[in-house]
């Protein structure tokens, strides 16, 4: 049973490889060769995945590989599958699995809709969902502190990230291989300072978003897309910001092929689970 965990885990690396190698592919095309391939955010990647031969087929083998990546962070965050030390640093990277996993939840929640044909299939609105959601919250009692605080997390997991591939943090984990290791490592680091960046311009958003006191100033790759290319040589920054979330998808690929895994034992997930139910 623990083989079967720790596929669907693999799987879950994988299936978040395929949507960021689309998602910049949408990102490439639209700068490069006029667009038409969708809006530039992981709700467009996934819209072009269901548009292609066997696309429903295909969205839902991605959303079961998101499923599996969901129950990995979850193992990471809740059930410390990562082994992190009971320190600051340990819970902070914890807090960050936990987040990871909500957000792939949501990605799940697009995939399935699509996939049934329930949701729109062009690709989104750009950040409308986040603006809903960063408009919900500042409704909320101490709603413009908690979507700051959101956004300061947010740029401190971009740079936590762009610091993990600069200074090869992840090879902690990720055992590549030594034929092709520094070949690999160049494409891995790119892609994990890529994302990073990109992860700390949306905190930046959100930021901006609390300060002002507006939902509408948050966003998501696609706008932190946007404000790169509004930027002096703009054009060549978004190109490689594109190729940068194509290099993260393949990162995410060699994630699932090589990444050291403690996978918890299903009586202590079971265990956790009726823990959380209780």
Not at 165 to 179: E, F, I, T
Request: proline letters at 2%; charged letters at 15%; a positive charge.
């Amino acid at each position: 049973m623990n083989d079967k965990l720790e596929l669907l885990a693999r799987s879950g690396y994988a299936a978040r490889g395929a949507v960021y190698l689309v998602l910049g592919y949408i990102a490439l095309s639209s700068v490069f060769w006029g667009g038409g391939g969708g809006q530039a955010n992981s709700e467009g990647a996934l819209a072009t995945i269901l548009r292609q031969p066997f696309g429903r087929i295909l969205l839902g083998l991605v959303a079961i590989g998101l499923i599996g990546h969901v129950m990995w962070r979850l193992a990471e965050a809740l059930l410390n599958a990562d082994h992190h030390d009971d320190d600051a640093k340990g819970y902070a990277a914890r807090a960050g699995n936990f987040a990871s996993a909500v957000a792939n939840g949501f990605l799940v929640f697009v995939a399935v809709r699509l996939a049934l044909g329930v949701g729109s299939s062009g690709g989104g609105q750009g950040g409308g969902g986040r603006d809903g959601m960063a408009s919900w919250l500042l409704q909320q009692p101490f709603g413009r502190w908690m979507l700051g605080l959101v956004g300061l997390v947010v740029i401190g997991v971009g740079l936590v990230q762009v610091w993990r591939g600069v200074a090869a943090q992840y090879q902690k984990r990720v055992q590549l291989p030594a034929d092709h290791e520094h070949k690999l490592h160049l494409v891995c680091a790119f892609g994990l300072s890529a994302r990073g960046v990109l992860l700390a311009i949306t905190g930046g958003f959100l930021l901006y978003g609390a300060i002002t006191i507006s939902g509408q100033q948050a966003g998501g790759t696609a706008e932190a897309l946007d404000w790169v290319h509004q930027l002096p040589f703009g054009r060549f920054l978004y190109g490689l910001a594109a190729l940068g979330l194509i290099a993260f998808g393949i990162y995410s690929f060699v994630e699932a092929r090589y990444r050291t895994m403690a996978v918890p034992r299903v009586a202590k997930v079971k265990s956790a689970a009726a823990n959380l139910v209780s």
